[in-house]
T-cell receptor, first 115, second 111 residues
Framework: KAGVTQTPRYLIKTRGQQVTLSCSPISGHRSVSWYQQTPGQGLQFLFEYFSETQRNKGNFPGRFSGRQFSNSRSEMNVSTLELGDSALYLCASSLPPLANTGELFFGEGSRLTVL | GESVGLHLPTLSVQEGDNSIINCAYS??????FIWYKQESGKGPQFIID?????DKRQGQRVTVLLNKTVKHLSLQIAATQPGDSAVYFC??????????FGQGTRLTINP
């Protein structure tokens, strides 16, 4: 069974630009969540989608947005990039919410560098 | 507020010894905790979980202990191996797949 796939793996942007990151969940997983990982703040929850609906959102500014498609694939977008947005962005998928476990399956992440 | 913290940022153990990684939480209502392992260049990987109606749960070479009185949990790894080198995170599941992670403990194995 293929794992969670994130693209691109690495990217470099400049301040003010925008970026879109993509995530393909494990087949059959309908919940997709996104996390930001930085050395200073650690792993922080961005948002979670299920059946194309955002069910939960972390404490990030509106520049961070996401969506989920009918095939459960998800994208997140960061607009007007700031230096502090440099981070590893991790996508995780999980079984339908009725399972409600903490077992998230993470991808290897997209490492964003903002110059 | 939400807070999950680890006691030590780094831990160094001898190969073959047991490792104990500690974590504290602040919310008495927290009822579900998970341990993740993150190897270099990879995303976090689920190790084991425990609910608040349990004090202990065992997996393969790992045991998680939960002390609700002092709001503390620990991950014990038996007979630590080189492949156990990683950063270990405790996390609280706050529902709708939202996890609040601690800062992580880097476990280093000495030969």
């Amino acid at each position: 069974k293929a794992g969670v796939t994130q693209t691109p793996r690495y990217l470099i942007k400049t301040r003010g630009q925008q970026v879109t990151l993509s995530c393909s969940p494990i087949s059959g997983h309908r919940s997709v969540s996104w996390y930001q990982q930085t050395p200073g703040q650690g792993l922080q929850f961005l948002f979670e989608y299920f059946s194309e609906t955002q069910r939960n959102k972390g404490n990030f500014p509106g520049r961070f947005s996401g969506r989920q498609f009918s095939n459960s694939r998800s994208e997140m977008n960061v607009s007007t990039l700031e230096l502090g947005d440099s981070a590893l962005y991790l996508c995780a998928s999980s079984l339908p919410p009725l399972a409600n476990t903490g077992e998230l399956f993470f991808g290897e992440g997209s490492r964003l560098t903002v110059l | 507020g939400e807070s999950v913290g680890l006691h030590l940022p780094t831990l160094s153990v001898q190969e073959g010894d047991n490792s104990i990684i500690n974590c504290a939480y602040s919310n008495s209502a927290s009822d579900y905790f998970i341990w993740y392992k993150q190897e270099s260049g990879k995303g976090p990987q689920f190790i084991i979980d425990i609910r608040s109606n349990m004090d202990k749960r065992q997996g393969q070479r790992v045991t998680v202990l939960l002390n609700k009185t002092v709001k503390h949990l620990s991950l014990q790894i038996a007979a630590t191996q080189p492949g156990d080198s990683a950063v270990y995170f405790c996390a609280e599941n706050q529902g709708a797949q939202k996890l609040v992670f601690g800062q992580g403990t880097r476990l280093t194995i000495n030969p």
